[in-house]
Structures are given as C-alpha cells and as structure tokens.
C-alpha cells in the first residue's frame, strides 16, 4: 500500500474547514482556538530593525542539531494590553525552562532575567536564540557582558524557533491571554517553572528536563 503523508498545516485545514461546517473538531485543539492564527510581521513593535544582529544560521553545530546542552531558546508572553509580559526560555536539548517574571516590559526586563538566569546555570549557559522583538534590543550587552551569544531568527519564521512557540502554548495554559500578568505572584511563575522542569519526559528516557541538563545543583535555587 502507498502512504500518504500529511502536512501539519492540512490537519488544521480541515480541522477549521470542519468548524465552518459547524463541526466540533477544533474543540480538541489544546488551545481551544476558534481560527488559525494569523501572523504579521509590521514593523509597528521594531521587529527587524534591531542594529548588529547575528542571524540564527551562524549557530555551532552543538546548537543547531541539538547535541549540546546550555543553548536555549527565548521568547516573552504579553498580559492583556501589552502591559506586563514574563520571560520564558527553554533548552533545546534537554527541555529544561527557566521563566521569570519582568518587573518592566523593556530591554532592561528581559536583560534583567537573563542575567539571573545566567547566575544559576553559570557556563552551561552559552547561547539564546530568540525573535525580533525590540524587547530584546540588549543583546549586545548580553553578548558582552554575560558571555552569552545571541541569534535571531528570520522574520516570519516562527518553527525554526519551535520548541519555544510549543513551550509558551503551554505556559498559557496556566497564564491564558487577557489576563494581567501584573497580577500574577512571581512565586506562581515559579512555581509553573518547577512543574515543567520536575516533569518526567518520553523524549529523555523519562529523566526530568532538570536530571537531563546535570543541574541538581540549582534545586536550592529552584524551590
């Protein structure tokens, strides 16, 4: 018999198509989420017209296939009216997360979380992938001051920053879109962080993301 291979995107399609039929099948999405998305690229929020940027394609190998431990990738999730916003990062080998909290929405926030995030994996931290969002404008000063070398993805090009658009689906899960993240208790985004990292994965012969990237360590500084 001839397999057929089908395309994430055909799933959706017919999942939506269904909808429009007044179907239900979009109901088992875990996102609940009545219509794809649609993605825009305006330069309203400065993405692209970061200066220096290094571009994702000049990645190590280590990070690029996934063989190394310590490169992360990173992204922010937004409250409601653009008000507050937590920074969220996870290892693209080993799955381990660290989140935080901003106390501003700014460079200065997301430079702020890296630096801690640095403190707690000191050299196992060596690379960030992330978008082109302005709030990531310090990454010059990550580079130069934390020993951290950070790429951008292409604009328009959300997989190849996968594995952190899957991670901040399921952060919204516990932080649904609408909701004030201001209001949000650091400890509760920490306390979401120690789930992730705490949970047993298929994928790493059921260790956890934190037995998986040797940092038993850090579990004083996690609890």
């Known amino acids: 018999k001839t397999l057929t291979q089908i395309s994430t ?93 901003l106390k501003t929405r700014d460079s200065d926030g997301v430079f702020n979380a890296v630096r801690l995030m640095k403190e707690m994996l000191g050299k196992q931290f060596k690379t960030l992938t992330v978008d082109n969002g302005k709030e990531f404008a310090c990454h010059e000063k990550i580079t130069k001051e934390l020993k951290v070398k950070v790429y951008f993805a292409d604009i328009g090009k959300p997989y190849q920053r996968g594995k952190s658009e899957n991670f901040n689906r399921l952060i919204r899960r516990y932080f649904p879109k609408g909701i004030d993240l201001n209001s949000v208790p650091w400890q509760s985004v920490r306390r979401v962080m120690d789930i992730f990292n705490n949970t047993p994965r298929k994928s790493l012969n059921y260790r956890t993301p934190l037995e998986a990237c040797g940092a038993k360590r850090f579990c004083a500084i996690l609890n």
């Open 9 to 101: 995107e055909s799933i959706y399609k017919i999942i939506y198509d269904d909808r429009k039929r007044g179907g239900n099948l979009w109901t088992y999405l875990p996102s609940k989420r009545k219509s794809r998305k649609q993605h825009r690229f305006a330069n309203k929020d400065g993405r692209g017209t970061l200066q220096n940027q290094v571009s994702i394609h000049l990645r190590s190998p280590g990070a690029r296939n996934k063989s190394r431990n310590g490169h992360f990738e990173g992204d922010t999730i937004v409250g409601t009216k653009n008000r507050s916003m937590i920074f969220t990062s996870i290892d693209r080998k080993n799955s381990f997360n660290f989140s935080h909290k």
